[in-house]
């Protein structure tokens, strides 16, 4: 297996940008299955493998680990800022196809993350539920249109929340809100991606998690659900990714 930190230029960013990328070794010359790994506000393309154990967790699954940078940016195109979501949606998966030999099908795809990357990997596969076999959140921030408001009293966040979305009202309802998405799913004539969600229930953000379990149950949207006494915090992540690999389906 190599780990590999991967420097380039991204022109939807204007600047140049990071991803670590973790390839195990196979014998056949079959394309990797992968798992773009996302990271949580304070944290980078490195969290992951600074903190966990990703890369023995991958090994004994034969795949391939992408995990890019987008700042603070909740992945999204900024209102004031850089366009994150187009190049984490458009431009990445481009980029990894054109120098790894990540395979291209949608049943070899699969997205998670981690608290704001929870939201960010929901959010990818929401929109775009054609790429992706599956997705996963561990103590996702799923309700952003909710929780911006817990912050009305914190200028310096508000001020962060708005270069983000712009508007704040209007971000309910709109292509940045979880509950709006999975709501359209119903209109959606394809396969929806298999969904894992998991929060310990002495979490800050466990309450939205329950709001986002109670509202697939509504939807009749299959998710794989599962909570635990803890906390937002690295020993659960570590443990839950190793849950979650194993989840994957078409991973032998």
């Not at 187009?86 to 481009?94: F, G, I, K, Q, S």
Request: charged fraction near 30%; glycine fraction near 6%; hydrophobic fraction near 35%.
């Amino acid at each position: 297996m190599a780990f590999i930190q991967c420097d380039f230029h991204s022109e939807v960013l204007g600047f140049g940008t990071s991803i670590n990328v973790i390839l195990p070794k196979k014998d056949n010359k079959e394309k990797y299955s992968v798992l773009y790994l996302l990271h949580g506000l304070t944290d980078d393309h490195t969290a992951w493998q600074r903190k966990t154990s990703i890369e023995r967790y991958a090994n004994q699954k034969n795949l391939a680990v992408i995990m890019p940078t987008v700042h603070r940016s909740f992945y999204t195109d900024m209102a004031k800022g850089y366009d994150y979501w187009t190049y984490m949606t458009e431009e990445l998966p481009e980029i990894v196809h054109d120098f790894f030999p990540i395979s291209p099908k949608r049943e070899n795809n699969f997205v998670a993350g981690l608290s704001m990357g929870g939201y960010g990997a929901f959010k990818w596969a929401l929109r775009k539920p054609e790429k992706f076999k599956a997705a996963a959140s561990l103590s996702g921030a799923l309700n952003m249109a909710r929780r911006i408001f817990d912050f009305k009293d914190n200028k310096d966040r508000m001020k962060e929340f708005r270069l983000i979305y712009g508007d704040l009202n209007k971000v309910k309802n709109s292509k940045n809100d979880l509950f709006y998405l999975l709501k359209k799913l119903k209109n959606y004539s394809g396969e929806i991606p298999l969904l894992y969600q998991c929060c310990g229930t002495d979490d800050f953000l466990y309450k939205d998690n329950i709001m986002f379990k109670n509202l697939c149950e509504e939807e009749s949207i299959v998710l794989t659900y599962n909570d635990e006494k803890a906390g937002h915090e690295w020993d659960y992540w570590d443990r839950k990714i190793k849950d979650i690999i194993n989840w994957l389906p078409n991973i032998k």
